[in-house]
């Protein structure tokens, strides 16, 4: 079975840094067997990943592991990893994860994660 831990959606490409490495794309996926971007493997899955995304974003989806976007999102899903971010465009739901945004202009569900504006 494919646990997926990350998934980020961009109409344009964005660099995009995963454990200090640099790419360019617009569809990233995280999940047990890989990293992919843009329907290519680009590295192995490692214990930790932590994710910063240089530019907009789309939607962030993720179950662990930390997520920075410098720019603004539309919706954010999360279970346990926490997100930083500019703006949220679109609705937050999450579990135990944490969200730090400046505005949210979208809905806001959680059971245990804090949601907070700067």
């Known amino acids: 079975m494919i646990q997926r831990f990350l998934k980020l959606f961009n109409r344009k490409p964005s660099e995009?840094?995963?454990?200090?490495?640099?790419?360019?794309?617009?569809?990233?996926?995280?999940?047990?067997?890989?990293?992919?971007?843009?329907?290519?493997?680009?590295?192995?899955?490692?214990?930790?990943?932590?994710?910063?995304?240089?530019?907009?974003?789309?939607?962030?989806?993720?179950?662990?592991?930390?997520?920075?976007?410098?720019g603004n999102v539309g919706d954010i899903s999360t279970v346990s990893g926490n997100v930083t971010c500019g703006d949220v465009t679109g609705d937050i739901e999450t579990v135990t994860g944490d969200v730090r945004a400046r505005v949210i202009k979208g809905d806001i569900e959680t059971l245990s994660g804090d949601v907070t504006t700067r």
């Open 16 to 70: 995009i840094k995963i454990n200090g490495k640099s790419y360019h794309g617009s569809n990233v996926v995280i999940q047990d067997d890989g990293i992919f971007i843009d329907g290519g493997c680009v590295q192995g899955l490692s214990p930790k990943i932590e994710v910063v995304i240089n530019g907009d974003c789309d939607s962030v989806d993720t179950t662990s592991g930390n997520v920075r976007i410098e």
